[in-house]
C-alpha cells in the first residue's frame, strides 16, 4: 500500500511554538526554488539582513539568519565565543538555561551555574555575586524570555552587570523577538539568537542571530578553531558577508528563507512596536478571561510574557486527556509543562499571528467547555464576559 | 521606502543543486503548519522514515532527515562517530572531500588523506596501501558521488576493503541518492548522509542520514560526548525514535518536512530504478548533443554520474560571462567549477524533476546560441538534431 499525501488539519497553534503561520507567508514559501548563488537571492539575503537588524533593533554587520532551527543559532553561539577552558556563568530559570549548560561543557568550557526557580526572572543580584566569585569568567548566558515558563528577565541589567565584569554576553531570544521589547543595541547585548516560529511566525526551520564587534573581535582572536565547521561564523560570513561576492558554503534553505522574509515584511508594515502592543493587549484579554475562571498563572505579574502564558493546571484534572481533547475537538493546540512544571502548568502562547482576540476567546471557550465538562472545580461560563469587557 | 514582497523568477536549475522542484512539492511546503509534537505530525514522521527507507535501499532503523542542509548531515556522522585521537582515513577526489577532512580534525581526530585528481573516482588499490599502513585506522570516509567533479567511485568496494580492516565507513551520498544506484544494505555502508536538493527534488536545508547496527553500537560505546548537542544522536532519536512517545529535542522544521515526504512519494511513485534509468537516459541526450557541439566531459565514462555532467569549457570563453547570459537571457542555471576546476569546467546538473528531455533540449539549444554569438570554436546548429537522434 503505497503512501499518499499528507493534509494537515487547520489547527490554532497556541503551544509554546510553532505558531499560526500566515497565508502570505506560505504562499511565499512555495514560490519556485531558485538557485543559493543566484544574484537575485543574494538580494534577498541582504534585505533578509535588513528586516532582521530591525527586528532585532540593531545595526550589527553581522545579523543573519542561521540554516537550522533555534537550536542550531544556541550552538552557533556557544561554540564560537566559547574556547576550551573558558569559564562561562550560565542563569538557569527554566528549561533553556539547562541546554545552554550542556553547549558550554561541549565546548569543553566549565559552566558556573546562577539557579532561580522555574517561573522566576533571573535574580541580578545572583549574577553579581557570582560575578564576584569568578573573576575569571568570559561569558555571561541567560535567556530573555524563557519559553518553559513563560517569564521574561531584565536583560539590560543582567548585560551591564556582565559587562561591569568585562564578560561577553549570550542572550536567548527565542521567544522574545518580535513579541515583546527586545533591543539589542540599546541593551548592548553582546551575541543573541532566535527563532522563526514563534512571535515572527515564519515556520519553524531558521534561527535568526547577530553579533556586535566586541563578539566579532572574540571570534577573531580564537586561539583554536571553531569546533563546528558547519557553524563556524568565519567560514558563514563568506557567504552571508556584505559585498555581491559570496563564496559558497552551505546550500542555503532557499524556500524558508522566502517564508522568513515574507514574514519579517508583514512586521516591518504593522510596525515593531505595534506587534509588541498587539501581544501585550491580547494577553490582556487571556488573562481576563482566566481568571474569570478561577484560573491563575504561574509567572508574578511584573515579569510575565504576554506571548507565552504559564496556567496552573486545577487540581484533579488529567491534563494530557484535557489537552488531547482541545486537539481533537477544537483543532487547538497548547503546551504542556516541561521538566519540574510537567503536569503543574499549560502554556498557552499567542505569538505572532496567533496572538488575535478571536484566537483568545477560542481558546478561553474550549478551555472553559473541556474543564466544565470533565467536571473541574472552574467558574463555568464566565471568562467569554470578561475577555469582552477588557 | 519598505522592502516588498520577493517574487523569484522561474529559473531552469541545471547547476549542482538545488535542482527543480515539482509544482507538487511547492504546494505540500505551503500546507498549514502544524507542532512538532501533533500526533499526525508523528505519524508524518514515520512515514518519512519508510520513504527514505526505501530511497536509501535499507533496512536501518535509524534512517531519519537531520534538520539542516547536507553540510549538517556529513557533521552529523562525523560528530557521533569519530572520538578525540580517532584516526579517519579520508579519500578525497573533489571539493567535499576536503571539508570530511575539516571535520575530521574539528573533532578531535587525524585525517589520513588519500588522494586522487579530481574527476577521477577513489582508486581503491590506494585505499587499501593506505589501510594497510594506518591498521590503527577506525574509519574511513568517502564520496560516492562527487558534486564537484561528476565523478563516481565504486562505494561497495571501498567499503568492502574498509571492512576488512575493521573500520566503520561514513559515505557521502548527497548527489546520488535518488538519481543513481546506491545500495546502503547491500553495499554494507555504515554512515550514510544526503541532501533534499539534489535528486529528490525537494527545497534545500534537510539532510537524510541513515546509520547501521555496526555505527550504532560505535556511538553507544563512545567514551566522551558528543561535541554537538543538536547533533548528538543519542538525543535525537528520542524525538525521530520508534513508538508514539517523541521527547523535545529541538523544533523539526515542519513545512520542510512536508515538502521532503511529498518528494518521497513522487519517488515511490514512480519507482526507484525507473528514476535512475531516467537520470542515466537524460544523460545520454545531453552527451550527444555536447559531442556534437564538440564539446567534452571532464570525467572518464565509466565514472561519469549521469546527474552531474563536468564539461570542459571551449578556449578563449569567458565562462562566467556565458553562465551570466544564460541566466538573464534563458532563465537558465548551470554550474561553475570549484577549486582547481574553477575556470575549467561548467557543470550541468540533470538531477532529480530537472531531469527531462525538455531541459536538456533547451540546455543544449541555450548553449550553442550563446557559444555560437560570442564565436566560440563549436560545431554550432548540430547539438538539437544529435540528442534527438539518440
Known sequence: MPIGSFHPPLRTLMGPGPSNVDPRVLEAMSRPTIGHLDPLFITLMDEI??????????????????????????ETCFVNLVEPGDKVIVCQNGAFGGRMRENVIRCGGTAVMVEDNWGDPVDPQKLEDALNSNPDA????????????????????LVELAHGHDCLTIVDAVTSLGGTALKVDEWQIDAVYSGTQKCLSAPPGLSPVSFNERAKERIRTRKSKVQSWFMDLNLIMEYWGAGSQRTYHHTAPVNSLYALHEALILLQNEGLENAWTRHQNNHKLLLAGLEAMGLS?????SHRLPQLNSVRIPQ???????????????????????GPLAGKIWRIGLMGRTSTSDNVMLCLRALDEVLTNIGADINSGRALSAAQGV
Open 49 to 74: 539582513k535588513t528586516l532582521l537588524k530591525y527586528a532585532f533593533q540593531t545595526q550589527n554587520e553581522l545579523t543573519l539568519p542561521i540554516s537550522g532551527p533555534g537550536s542550531v543559532g544556541m
Open 138 to 157: 568570559r561569558i555571561v548566558a541567560f535567556v530573555h524570555a524563557e519559553t518553559s515558563t513563560g517569564a521574561t528577565s531584565d536583560a539590560a541589567s
Open 297 to 301: 498563572l504561574l509567572v508574578e505579574k
Open 316 to 338: 484533579g484534572v488529567d491534563e494530557a486527556e484535557a489537552r488531547k481533547t482541545l486537539l481533537k475537538d477544537y483543532n487547538l493546540e497548547i503546551g504542556a509543562g516541561l
